[in-house]
Antibody, heavy 122, light 107 residues
Framework: EVQLLESGGGLVQPGGSLRLSCAAS????????MSWVRQAPGKGLEWVSA????????YYADSVKGRFTVSRVNSRNTLYLQLSSVRVDDTALYYC???????????????WGQGALVIVSS | DIQMTQYPSSVSASVGDRVTITCRAS??????LAWYQQKPGKAPKLLIY???SLQSGVPSRFSGTGSGTDFSLTISSLQPEDFATYYC?????????FGQGTKVEIK
């Protein structure tokens, strides 16, 4: 059974940093691209970042480029998102997601974690 | 970046109704479009990928059509468990982008 378990969320002051983790199990982690998607309270979904299975490619939304860093450690089956210089509008539930197929991230995200809540406030 | 526009933003319908949600991309995305269902307090669930392929385990009353810039999700006979918010997402290029969502409410 595929499981994605996020951790590391919490309250952080504007300008601060936080690292989210996503522990994956139930599939060949290194074979699949992974993404982070966030959802501000009461709002829609916003794609944040993606990383290929071998970490060779990373992508970011314009809203987080230069402030967030996605990474993964395949030997630990873990995905990370380092949040830096956070802003109030980064407040959201951050979901870890798995690409549906191992050869393309063009078929959507078939598994989602339960989310990690990040609150940016002074 | 590719902008995704969904409409309507909300729809009121009754059990058994046929419901269609539309999604338009600001530029052509071939068939690289996914649809998700999200219920309150839950993570989104993949319904349709590649515009018209039904994800495993999803009831056949859900269907997707379209290519290029215009897409639609149809629920052929609305069931009580289908009341939720639906999102489209383009997967043609980065950054991936979602539509703003369509809330399907009970009439």
């Amino acid at each position: 059974e595929v499981q994605l378990l996020e951790s590391g969320g919490g309250l952080v002051q504007p300008g601060g940093s936080l690292r989210l983790s996503c522990a994956a199990s139930g599939f060949s982690f290194s074979s699949f691209g992974m993404s982070w998607v966030r959802q501000a309270p009461g709002k829609g979904l916003e794609w944040v970042s993606a990383i290929s299975g071998d970490s060779g490619y990373t992508y970011y939304a314009d809203s987080v480029k230069g402030r967030f860093t996605v990474s993964r450690v395949n030997s630990r089956n873990t995905l990370y998102l380092q949040l830096s210089s956070v802003r109030v509008d980064d407040t959201a539930l951050y979901y870890c997601t798995k690409a549906r197929t191992d050869h393309s991230s063009r078929e959507g995200f078939d598994y989602w974690g339960q989310g990690a809540l990040v609150i940016v406030s002074s | 970046d590719i902008q995704m526009t969904q409409y309507p933003s909300s729809v009121s319908a009754s059990v058994g109704d046929r419901v269609t949600i539309t999604c338009r991309a600001s530029q052509g995305i071939s068939s690289w479009l996914a649809w998700y269902q999200q219920k309150p307090g839950k993570a989104p669930k993949l319904l349709i990928y590649a515009a018209s392929s039904l994800q495993s385990g999803v009831p056949s009353r859900f269907s997707g059509t379209g290519s290029g810039t215009d897409f639609s999700l149809t629920i052929s006979s609305l069931q009580p468990e289908d009341f939720a918010t639906y999102y489209c997402q383009q997967a043609n290029s980065f950054p991936r982008t979602f539509g703003q969502g369509t809330k399907v409410e009970i009439k």
